[in-house]
C-alpha cells in the first residue's frame, strides 16, 4: 500500500453539485444514474466510502511507523548499554592495571581525628610493665615522670644492652630503657600528693 502522506482525518468532503463537478456527474448520468442529485449524492457516497478506507490505512500507518521507532530506540538503547559495559569493563581493567603498576597511589589515607589533648608517652619501663600485667609505680604516669621519659625518649645518646637476672635465676640481655633508671627518684605510690595522684591514676588508665 503507497504511504500517505495527508492525514484523512482533517479532509473535507467536496460539494459535488457545483460546476466543478459536473462531468461527473455527467457521466454518472450517462450510465444510468436517475438525476443531476442523485449523481451528486452517490459522488459524496463514494468520497467517503474512500475517505473512511484511507483513515484505517492512515491509523494502520501511524501504528507501524510507532513500531518501527519502538523497535529503533529499543536497540539503540541495547547498542547504548551494550557500549557503557564494553567502556567499564575497559575502566576496570585500567584501574586494575594502574593498582597493579603504582600500589603507592592507593594506600589509604588514615580519617583518624588529630589529637586535641597532650599525649601522653610514659617510659619504656612502665609501658613494659603494664604490658606484662605487672605492678607499675603511679609515679611514671605524674607530671615529673612523664617529663622524665619526654628527656629520655629526645636523648640520641644510645642506651645499649645490659645484662639483668631473669626469674628463672639465669643473666638475660635486655633493652636499657626498658628497665628503672636508678638515676631518678620514683616516689612510692603512698608518697604521692593528692595532686599527682589524679594526674597519674586518670593517665594510668588510659594507658592500659
Known amino acids: 500500500m503507497a504511504i500517505l502522506l495527508d492525514n484523512p482525518n482533517d479532509a473535507i468532503i467536496p460539494d459535488f453539485t457545483t460546476g466543478e463537478h459536473g462531468a461527473a456527474r455527467a457521466r454518472l448520468i450517462a450510465d444510468g444514474v436517475a438525476n443531476d442529485a442523485s449523481a451528486a449524492q452517490l459522488l459524496a457516497a463514494l468520497w467517503t466510502m474512500n475517505n473512511n478506507a484511507a483513515k484505517d490505512a492512515w491509523a494502520e ?11 529503533a530506540q529499543r536497540l539503540a538503547d541495547k547498542e547504548e548499554q551494550q557500549r557503557q559495559v564494553a567502556l567499564e569493563e575497559e575502566q576496570e581493567a585500567a584501574r586494575k592495571e594502574d593498582h597493579k603498576k ?7 589515607v588514615a580519617t583518624t581525628k588529630i589529637p586535641t589533648g597532650p599525649i601522653v608517652i610514659p617510659s619504656h619501663y612502665a609501658v613494659k610493665k603494664l604490658k606484662a600485667g605487672e605492678y607499675c609505680e603511679l609515679h611514671y604516669f605524674t607530671n615529673v615522670g612523664l617529663a622524665d621519659a619526654r628527656k629520655n625518649l629526645l636523648s640520641s645518646e644510645p642506651k645499649g644492652m645490659i645484662l639483668l637476672p631473669s ?3 639465669q643473666q638475660i640481655w635486655v633493652n636499657a630503657d626498658e628497665t628503672r633508671d636508678t638515676k631518678s627518684a620514683v616516689t612510692r605510690d603512698e608518697n604521692l600528693s593528692w595532686e599527682q595522684f589524679n594526674e597519674a591514676a586518670l593517665r594510668m588508665i588510659i594507658a592500659m
Open 167 to 169: 626469674e628463672d635465676g
Open 102 to 108: 603504582n600500589k603507592a597511589k592507593f594506600v589509604p
Open 61 to 71: 500507518q501511524v501504528q507501524e511507523a510507532a513500531r518501527t521507532a519502538e523497535e
